[in-house]
């Protein structure tokens, strides 16, 4: 999943769409209007260096609601309750001398998850951005965090993350 973590203009005035109506169908179960209390979006702005291999810090807890998510603002590692969470991340890094390639994934109780792995190549010095996503089913608390795979200590900046519990 492409992030613009560096300009947020995203173009969408020249984007056509066409939408096509079908025959109703039957009426459906009632359901019900449930929003997640459950969330957070939490973020490191300015640079922070980071380790191969090291925990990204986030600085901020710009929205922390509910009791399902725990995290001490500064900290990489953000707690979870039981349940079943969706999490959207983007980060942006400037490339270290001698690399090519800028690196992180989404780690769930201390472990990479390798679907969550994301690289954007440059030149060194350049600043490349990138993120992903996962629906992560604790069956057990546990605790997730975001790591730097790039090669050399690395600066990160613009590191968003957004957890929210869908049950």
């Given at each position: ?53 090291g ?7 710009n ?8 995290h ?49 190549s ?32 690395t ?13």
């Amino acid at each position: 999943m492409p992030c613009n973590c560096l300009n947020n203009n995203w173009n969408i005035r020249n984007r056509r769409v066409l939408v096509v109506n079908g025959p109703t169908g039957a009426t459906g179960p009632a359901g019900s209007n449930v929003i997640s209390v459950n969330n957070a979006y939490l973020s490191t702005y300015g640079p922070v260096s980071v380790a191969t291999f090291g925990d990204i810090p986030l600085t901020s807890n710009n929205v922390l609601n509910g009791t399902s998510i725990t995290h001490n603002t500064g900290d990489a590692i953000v707690n979870l309750d039981i349940g079943t969470y969706i999490v959207n991340f983007c980060a942006c890094c400037t490339l270290p001398v001698g690399q090519t390639v800028g690196s992180m994934a989404l780690y769930l109780n201390g472990i990479m998850l390798p679907e969550t792995a994301v690289l954007e190549s440059g030149n060194a010095g350049d600043t490349v951005c990138f993120g992903g996503n996962a629906i992560l089913q604790l069956d057990a608390s546990g605790n997730t965090k975001l790591v730097n795979l790039t090669s050399g200590d690395t600066d990160f900046r613009r590191v968003m993350l957004t957890i929210v519990r869908l049950r």
